[in-house]
C-alpha cells in the first residue's frame, strides 16, 4: 500500500513539475519583482529569489555533484527516498532540494492578477473545513504558531482522501510526508522581514491579496485525479 501510494505521489509531482533533473536551476519567476507590490515589496522578492532561492539550488547541485547515481533523481523522487541518500549528504538534500521545491512552488502559489477561489473549489474547501472563513483561520493559526523557520500549507492526502492544513520547519517538504502541497506559505523571516520587521500576521493578512487561486484549484484537480486512478 505504502508504496503504490509512494507511486503515484511521486507521479503527481513528477506530472507538476516535470523538468526538474539535475543540474537543477530556477525557473523564471513569470512576474516583476514588484508586481506584488503594496502586499509583497519588490526588495523582498529579489533578495528571496535572487539570494534565498538560487542558494539552495546552488547548494543542491554542489551536494550532488559527485553523486552521479542520483542525478537522474526529480525533486520529488529525492523528496520521497531521503532514507536512501547517503547520510553524509542526506541533511543538505533535505534542506536544498526542500529549499528548491518549496520556493519553485510558493512563486507559482502568488499572481499579480488578483481572483478568488471558483465556486467548485469554494464548495471543496466548505466540505472539508466547514466554511472558508474557517479553512483561513485554521490555516492563519498554523503559519502563526510555527516556531521559527518554517512553511504552512494546505495539502491533498491521498491515503485519507481528503485537504488537510500543516506546518513544516526549515526546507521540509509535505512531499516527504506523502502529502501533495496546493497551497504554500513561507514564513521564514527572509520572507517578510524588510516590510513587516516582527509583524508576521501582518505579512500573512497581505499574502492572501496575492494567492493564485486558479493554481491552487489546478494542484488539486491534478492531485486528485492521479488518486482516483490509484
Ligand atoms: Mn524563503
Not at 117 to 135: D, G, M, V, Y
Not at 200 to 226: L, P, T
Request: contains cysteine; charged residues 20%.
Amino acid at each position: 500500500m505504502y508504496k503504490i501510494m509512494h507511486f503515484f505521489i511521486v507521479l503527481t509531482f513528477y506530472y507538476i513539475y516535470p523538468n526538474q533533473h539535475y543540474p537543477f536551476s530556477l525557473d523564471p519567476l513569470g512576474y516583476s519583482f514588484n508586481a506584488l507590490e503594496p502586499y509583497i515589496d519588490a526588495t523582498t522578492m529579489e533578495v528571496h529569489y535572487t539570494g534565498h532561492h538560487d542558494g539552495y539550488v546552488k547548494n543542491l547541485n554542489d551536494a550532488l555533484k559527485d553523486y552521479p547515481e542520483l542525478q537522474h533523481y526529480t525533486l520529488g523522487q529525492l523528496l520521497t527516498m531521503l532514507d536512501k541518500i547517503p547520510g553524509i549528504i542526506r541533511t543538505t538534500v533535505q534542506n536544498n532540494a526542500g529549499g528548491h521545491q518549496n520556493h519553485t512552488f510558493f512563486w507559482r502559489c502568488m499572481t499579480p492578477k488578483m481572483n478568488k477561489p471558483s465556486n467548485k473549489f469554494l464548495k471543496t474547501i466548505k466540505k472539508h473545513f466547514r466554511s472558508f472563513e474557517n479553512f483561513k483561520n485554521q490555516f492563519n493559526e498554523a503559519a502563526k504558531k510555527i516556531f521559527g523557520s518554517g512553511w504552512a500549507w494546505l495539502c491533498f492526502d491521498p491515503g485519507k482522501n481528503r485537504l488537510v492544513i500543516i506546518s513544516t520547519s526549515n526546507q521540509n517538504s509535505p512531499i516527504t510526508d506523502l502529502l501533495i502541497p496546493l497551497l504554500g506559505l513561507d514564513v521564514w523571516e527572509h520572507a517578510y522581514y524588510l516590510k513587516h520587521k516582527n509583524k508576521r500576521a501582518s505579512y500573512i493578512d497581505a499574502w492572501w491579496n496575492v494567492v493564485d487561486w486558479s493554481f491552487v484549484e489546478e494542484n488539486y484537480i491534478k492531485a486528485a485525479s492521479i488518486k482516483s486512478k490509484a
